[in-house]
């Protein structure tokens, strides 16, 4: 039903920049929050950046003041623009679409394939 297409990964130098894109295809009838999630190799999965239906952000400590996540719902796209990148942002990076529950129904999650962030010089 809904699919989720990363793209924007890649190789940067420190302090350098990327801008994550995922598209999100198929209908989604129900309000659905957005996200970017990132792994590490031998650290746990960890949430990046998260946008809400209605456009409310949060995001780690770690990124605050760096990234910046937005939604164009028109699109069913989330972005994910990285500024200042350091090394220890080094991860895969995972799209996120949540599904919100409801009285009536389970929220559900979708994930993307990930696509690789590598900050080395």
């Known amino acids: 039903q809904v699919q989720l297409v990363e793209s924007g990964g890649g190789l940067v130098q420190p302090g350098g920049s990327l801008r994550l894109s995922c598209a999100a295809s198929g209908s989604i009838f129900r309000a659905y929050d957005m996200g970017w999630y990132r792994q590490a190799p031998g650290k746990q999965r960890e949430l990046v950046a998260a946008?809400?239906?209605?456009?409310?952000?949060n995001y780690a400590d770690s990124v605050k003041g760096r990234f910046t996540i937005s939604r164009d719902n028109a699109k069913n796209t989330v972005y994910l623009q990285m500024n200042s990148l350091k090394p220890e942002d080094t991860a895969v990076y995972y799209c996120n679409v949540h599904i919100i529950a409801t009285l009536e129904q389970r929220g559900y999650d979708y994930w993307g394939q990930g696509t690789q962030v590598t900050v080395s010089s």
């Open positions: 946008i809400a239906s209605r456009g409310r952000t």
